[in-house]
């Protein structure tokens, strides 16, 4: 640890890659001394999560810094939250090795908090392999509630099913040429807001519009007559997610449609949140692997229907 205290302060854009450099530090840290290999140093996915956050909450993404030898400064924390209608999420809270013990991370944590008047729902998502984090957050009323397991693999030895009679995936680009269809569903935007509000409790459009920026793919999942059941998405990479539908009971025909869609170069991957069982039971089934520690869906009051969700991220839901 250095002899100066460190000074916390907004975030800029050219924070961001000491910051991913803190957040591979910080868990590469931890996760050797639970029999984890170093990550390797992929920072696609995760910068745009963290830019993301950045751009759409700057004033609640703050660093640590201390002075540098060369008479700059250095990063040695930074915590990132979003808040989207009632709910504020801990997007990302991580420290340095080396600076863990000085109430660094509590510090930054009290920085983006929000204030008690604002009545909002305080949630996050963390390792189960960190049992100090865990802690600090319990002992603000942010509980672990619900395991989420990461899901690994190709469906190769049982077919997932296909969607049931009477129900189709409609392209997202093709919801917005013609309603899908040929029907008037008063717009793309507005059933998926509708649909996250059911599911979520608030809206995000500001999450699908970096989905679709990014080149994610989305699918509409609709009654022949026009109801809206849900939707999902899926990166060429073969990542999966998120996904909300009106019935659990889709769950695996969905994901059978979202597989069918891309073919990866390598395997799929979802989070899977515990509630979600038809989920993560078809996914087991068809030959995925639960890999690594489950992480923990933590928060203080129930905001969300995870019995039939499936996350962006640990870090963006």
Do not use: K
Not at 179 to 195: E, H, S
């Amino acid at each position: 640890m250095g002899g100066h205290a460190a000074t916390l302060r907004p975030a800029r854009d050219d924070d961001l890659p000491a910051c991913l450099d803190t957040w591979h530090g910080a868990v590469d840290d931890y996760g050797l001394r639970v029999g984890r290999p170093p990550t390797p140093r992929s920072y696609g996915q995760l910068r745009l999560l963290v830019a993301h956050a950045l751009a759409t909450d700057p004033g609640r993404f703050w660093v640590a810094v201390r002075p540098a030898t060369d008479g700059g400064e250095r990063i040695v924390g930074f915590v990132s939250a979003t808040v989207r209608g009632p709910v504020w999420y801990l997007a990302m809270l991580f420290v340095r090795p080396g600076e863990q013990a000085a109430g660094l991370g509590s510090a930054l944590l009290e920085r983006v908090l929000p204030a008690p008047g604002e009545g909002l729902v305080r949630a996050t998502c963390t390792d189960s392999a960190q049992p100090i984090a865990n802690a600090l957050y319990a002992r603000i009323g942010i509980m672990p509630r619900l395991p989420v397991l990461q899901l690994v693999g190709r469906p190769d030895q049982a077919p997932l099913p296909e969607l049931p009679a009477g129900v189709i995936a409609v392209p997202f680009e093709d919801v917005e040429v013609n309603g899908g269809d040929g029907r008037d569903d008063g717009g793309l935007a507005v059933t998926l807001d509708a649909l996250d509000r059911a599911v979520l409790g608030y809206e995000r459009p500001l999450e699908h519009a970096l989905l679709r920026r990014t080149g994610r793919h989305g699918f509409l999942f609709r009654a022949r007559g026009g109801r809206a059941l849900g939707y999902g998405y899926v990166a060429d990479s073969g990542r999966l997610g998120p996904m909300a539908l009106d019935d659990p009971e889709l769950a695996a025909p969905a994901l059978g449609q979202l597989t069918r869609m891309i073919d990866p170069p390598g395997a799929y991957l979802a989070w899977i949140p515990g509630s979600f069982g038809q989920a993560a039971a078809a996914l087991l089934r068809s030959g995925f692997r639960l890999e690594d520690f489950p992480a923990l869906f933590c928060w203080d009051r129930d905001f969300a229907r995870f019995d039939r969700y499936v996350p962006l991220s640990l870090a963006i839901l």
